[in-house]
């Protein structure tokens, strides 16, 4: 680092990486809209790919998507949808775990520079995306067996009987996502995590969404509605941290918000003419390929960060030339699923209602 | 006046609406990335066309470098925090009034 001082980059924005950049947040937000929060999971290494240090794309995407969240929660709150209570509980938790991982991330950028951001914010990616991957995989084979019916009665799971029976004094509130008291303790290590994942990757509903549906309780579509809440509440604290160390390219997060908020609705409203297991399926096709995109940026970094002996820059380039050409891969897969299983859908529903218009004009 | 033509009405109002404020972004991007950037103590490099911002400066690691030292304004951060939450407001009613006028539609 020269002088001791340190330049951050934001990339160059030319009329290309602009176009790239909304295209890129039309289809996270399809993404995004389509199996609930978190498919900004495809945004952050889609802005590195564009050049983005890791630090930027994780706090430009933070930056695009709180207000997002809000109007998404103001929304589903009109449709009861939303345990602000209990999002605001673990929204502040969340934040301590924002501000805990803001200081792992800068620490990181301080000492190995923003080459290390990358390598960091990769290594988060692949961990979280094989977890969650592996486990969205694993319900899709369990859903796709059952009838709907049978998909309803899922009940609480073991482990949300236990939370919801434990009673400690002086620590209690009444969740109504949940229909019942639950302690607060519980509430500090599922926000702490949501909240670092949050800094680390800029999505955190991967911990928040699964811990109240699996830990507390929550029906799935509260959890996923109460997510919004706490992806505000972090998301604002993340800004504001993030935006003092100077690395929120807004330019690049209004991009990427111009392209996400046509791609969300269309997502959203795709999921109303699909079955849940095609969305879980969906879901975990395009995480895995997304992790598999970043192993081959891996090398490259700790090359530079002079970890492993570098690797000829020839080689280097082929590597992230397959990585883009993966990501590419793993972001038309989620385009072409989403709109195909939208108009299949819309299709298949006009031609039932063509149908029974017809049949009750011959009753 | 026909329902339709009030909802194209209203998309268009959105939508000019958006439309401005992202010019003003573009408009302004230089002055957007000087605060992005002078949140904290940073150190001006005139490099080509443009201005390289380092951080972690002091004026004396600056001098040398021949940049102008810039006083950190924290709550410059509020800038970006706010054009995100206008942009998400005007963009959101634009892009959900657009896909309904296309005919887009839930299930119901």
């Known amino acids: 680092m020269e002088h001791g001082m340190e330049l951050i980059n934001f990339i160059d924005l030319n009329v290309t990486t602009a176009i790239i950049l909304i295209l890129v947040g039309f289809v996270g937000g399809m993404v995004s809209g389509f199996i609930g929060s978190g498919g900004a999971f495809v945004l952050t290494p889609a802005m590195m790919t564009l050049g983005a240090p890791g630090i930027v794309a994780v706090a430009s995407n933070i930056c695009h998507k709180f207000p997002k969240a809000l109007v998404g929660a103001v ?56 977890i969650v991957g592996g486990f969205v995989f694993k319900d899709y084979r369990k859903l796709k067996n059952m009838s709907d019916e049978e998909q309803d009665q899922v009940g609480l799971t073991k482990l949300a009987q236990w939370v919801q029976s434990v009673k400690i004094p002086g620590t209690m509130f009444y969740s109504h996502g949940a229909k019942s008291e639950l302690s607060v303790l519980f509430m500090v290590p599922i926000g ?19 811990a109240m549906i699996y830990i507390l309780g929550v029906p ?27 690395v929120v390219d807004i330019r690049m ?28 399926f969906t879901m975990a096709v395009i995480m895995l ?17 002079g970890m492993m002996e570098p690797l000829p820059d020839s080689t280097v380039q082929i590597l992230k030339w397959i990585g883009d050409g993966v990501l590419f891969l793993a972001l038309f897969l989620g385009a072409f699923t989403v709109i195909s299983a939208l ?4 299709r298949e529903h006009k031609k039932r209602q063509s149908v029974s218009a017809r049949n009750s004009v011959a009753d | 006046m026909t329902a339709s033509q009030t909802s194209l009405g209203r998309v268009l109002f959105w939508g000019g609406l958006t439309a401005l ?13 000087h605060l992005a950037h002078t949140t904290q103590d940073a150190c001006a490099v005139q490099s080509g066309m443009t201005v390289d911002y380092y951080n972690k400066a002091t004026s004396e690691l600056c001098g040398e470098k021949g940049g102008t030292f810039i006083d950190g304004t924290w709550w410059y951060v509020f800038a970006p925090i706010a054009l995100a939450f206008a942009l998400s407001y005007t963009h959101g009613l634009f892009t959900g009034l657009f896909w309904d006028v296309v005919g887009l539609k839930a299930k119901k």
């Open chain 1, 75 to 130: 929304k589903r709150n009109k449709y009861g949808q939303v345990d602000v209570k209990l999002g605001l509980v673990l929204g502040v938790f969340a934040e301590a775990g924002v501000l805990f991982g803001k200081h792992v991330m800068t620490g990181i950028k301080n000492t190995f520079g923003a080459v290390g951001t990358d390598l960091y914010v990769s290594i988060m990616f692949i961990i979280t995306l094989a």
């Open chain 1, 192 to 210: 702490f995590a949501t909240g670092f994942l949050a800094s680390a990757i800029a999505v955190g509903g991967f911990i928040g969404v699964p």
């Open chain 1, 220 to 246: 799935a579509i509260m959890a996923s509605a109460t997510e919004l809440v706490i992806a505000f509440v972090m998301g604002l604290g993340g800004t504001i941290f993030y935006g003092l160390e100077g």
């Open chain 1, 253 to 280: 997060a209004m991009l990427i918000l111009l392209g996400s908020l046509f791609g969300i609705q269309i997502g959203a409203i795709g999921t109303t003419y699909v079955k849940d297991y095609q969305v879980k």
């Open chain 1, 289 to 305: 390929t997304v992790l598999f995109s970043r192993f081959f940026y891996v090398p490259g970094y700790l090359g530079k960060l």
């Open chain 1, 343 to 346: 108009l299949k859908g819309m």
């Open chain 2, 21 to 33: 404020l992202y010019a003003a972004l573009f408009h302004y991007a230089d002055s957007f990335l």
